[in-house]
């Protein structure tokens, strides 16, 4: 049979090219149009619009469609729209309403989309190409903006939808001519995309709805209208499907116009507080302690303060005491020093260094610090066993951790990670360290493990930590006035007793920055102290902070006070039923 060839004279070619233009210009005109009215509303709208109509406004959703859809082309007007043919296609959508009325969604849609304008055309097989589209819509509710307040939210809905997007079309096959007449683009490409349409949904469950969209939407995809003049294809999509509400389960509407009420029965007045004064302190001891490395020239025992790192640690044991001792009235009581070496040398020549090492010490911190030497004791150990013992059991951690035992400045080099080979050897260290016997042909044995290796590496790392002095000096401060204690409460908390920080904070308004701060660093100054922690604890909830009111009052005991702040901040939470009587809360359950 012999192909027929259809001939499109120049005045029908104008007339459908006319005929396209038109109704791709009506469509997008009503597009921009649904977007504007969407703008002005929201611009016009009273502030108090979106807590006046909450009711009936739908949480986040998600949605899955599928369905039919007809593609238009110039051979077929529009007038013609029974004789498109048909095709299929789904989209996933995800929006929400920001109001009862005004919402936006998002959509992933594909479609296989079919055309007439081939040579398969009179063929039961027409053939067809794909598109995949996202699309932004904006969504007005048609059901709750003609309904009252409290009749919205009903089952059955209806909304209008407008929005712009882009489409990727693939699936053109290249060995199929596509015209009678014309060569039309078949090249997959990225285009844009407008559409409009309306639809139904119907609640069948608190979060299902089923439903319907139509929809007619436009691309400039240069395929079913390019011939013509007009490079726009226009589809009309009909859809079913599901949408599933991922918010909370919306109340059914009241009838007769009975209001759903909700009363908060949570407790909105901070009561009077069982805030507790703090034991008054007798002689305010405090004390300082650390751990001095200082270098000698080998067998000797006096400081040269210039001598190897001597400076930078002279001075870090300096600013300690000076920090403590700020206060020219303060009165050192006690000092205690204790000197250490490392076990490598003759027990007999240790002792010498400890004593002689711990005795210069004394003289220095006496003679900077102008200490009566009578008030100091100096104590010497010659060698350090039980922390070279502590470090191989604990395979180093125990000095690998910055600021603890082995450290406290950052210049002493950190130990490296105790190698393999020791850590092999931890238990034959231990127990030549264990044993009841000279200590110098302890250090022999040890010498001898595992051919000397561990021994090597802990002479180098490890003895050098092993060579300090320890000391503790205790000095008595003196009590302060209320303004002071305002000023040294956040310089020099160490100095102020409880009850000075307590009387500090009641000298601020209650609730002020001020009076929350003394509470707060008066709990952290005395970590154990369960009056301080219940103080904190009263502080935070004034301040509604009820998480730390929580940690606070989990290290305040367990007394009459703690129980009673407990019901106080059940009822502020709305935990539990409460009344008042006599300005007090009192848990009814």
């Not at 996933?92 to 594909?110: D, K, Q, Y």
């Not at 699309?135 to 089952?155: I, Q, V």
């Not at 997007?165 to 285009?191: H, I, K, N, Q």
Request: aromatic share 10%; proline share 5%; net charge positive.
């Amino acid at each position: 049979m012999n192909r027929v060839m259809v001939v499109h004279n120049i005045k029908g070619t104008r007339y459908i090219a006319y005929k396209m233009k038109k109704s791709a210009l009506r469509s997008i005109g009503l597009i921009c149009l649904l977007q504007s009215i969407c703008f002005l509303h929201l611009y016009a709208a009273p502030a108090d619009s979106c807590r006046q109509y909450q009711k009936g406004r739908d949480s986040l959703y998600v949605q899955l469609y599928g369905g039919i859809n007809k593609s238009g082309n110039e051979n077929l007007p529009l007038s013609e729209f029974s004789a498109y043919p048909w095709s299929g296609g789904m989209f996933v959508g995800i929006g929400r309403e920001m109001n009862t009325i005004w919402g936006w969604r998002a959509a992933l849609r594909f479609n296989h989309n079919k055309s007439r304008n081939v040579q398969q055309c009179e063929s039961d097989d027409t053939w067809g190409w794909n598109s995949l589209s996202l699309f932004a819509d904006a969504t007005f509710d048609l059901t709750d903006a003609f309904s009252r307040p409290e009749k919205r939210g009903r089952k059955f809905n209806a909304k209008l939808f407008a929005g712009v997007g882009v489409a990727y079309t693939f699936g053109f096959p290249e060995d199929v001519p596509l015209s009678y007449t014309e060569r039309y683009s078949a090249s997959s490409r990225l285009v844009p995309a407008a559409r409009a349409g309306l639809g139904f949904s119907y609640r069948i469950r608190p979060q299902w709805r089923v439903g319907m969209e139509l929809s007619h939407n436009i691309f400039a995809d240069q395929f079913n209208g390019v011939k013509a003049g007009a490079p726009i294809d226009m589809r009309t999509n009909l859809k079913v499907g599901i949408t599933y509400r991922l918010g909370k389960t919306p109340k059914s509407p009241r009838k007769n116009g009975e209001k759903h009420i909700v009363y908060d029965t949570r407790l909105h007045t901070v009561p009077t507080l069982p805030f507790k004064l703090p034991d008054a302190e007798g002689t305010k001891i405090r004390t300082i302690q650390g751990r001095a490395f200082l270098d000698f020239p080998v067998n000797e025992t006096v400081i040269y303060p210039d001598y190897r790192r001597n400076p930078e640690e002279l001075q870090r044991l300096s600013k300690t005491i000076e920090n403590a001792l700020f206060d020219k009235t303060f009165k050192v009581q006690r000092v205690a020093l204790h000197g250490y070496a490392s076990p490598e040398s003759p027990y007999s020549n240790n002792t010498r260094l400890a004593k002689g090492r711990t005795q210069a010490l004394k003289s220095y911190v006496c003679q900077k610090f102008g200490i009566d030497e009578s008030i100091v004791e100096a104590h010497y150990t010659p060698e350090d066993w039980n922390n070279l013992r502590t470090f191989i059991e604990t395979r180093g951690e125990s000095r690998r951790v910055k600021g603890n035992i082995w450290y406290e400045r950052e210049g002493i080099v950190e130990t490296p990670v105790m190698p393999q080979y020791v850590i092999d050897s931890r238990k034959e260290l231990l127990d030549v360290i264990d044993l009841d016997m000279d200590p110098d042909e302890k250090e022999a044995v040890l010498k001898k493990v595992d051919g000397g290796r561990p021994y090597t590496w802990l002479l180098q790392h490890v003895y050098p930590g092993l060579r300090h002095t320890d000391y503790i000096i205790e000095y008595e401060v003196r009590r302060y006035p209320v303004k002071e204690a305002c000023r040294l409460i956040y310089t020099h908390p160490e100095a102020l007793s409880l009850e000075e920080m307590y009387l500090a904070a009641q000298s601020y308004e209650e609730g002020s920055d001020g009076w929350l701060d003394a509470l707060l660093i008066a709990a952290r100054q005395y970590p154990e102290n369960e009056t301080a922690n219940l103080n904190a604890a009263c502080g935070c909830v004034k301040a509604r902070r009820m998480t730390d009111a929580r940690n606070y009052l989990n290290k305040a005991g367990s007394t009459t006070e703690t129980e009673y702040l407990k019901d106080v901040m059940d009822a502020m939470e709305g935990k539990k039923s409460w009344k008042m009587e006599n300005g007090k809360v009192i848990v009814t359950e």
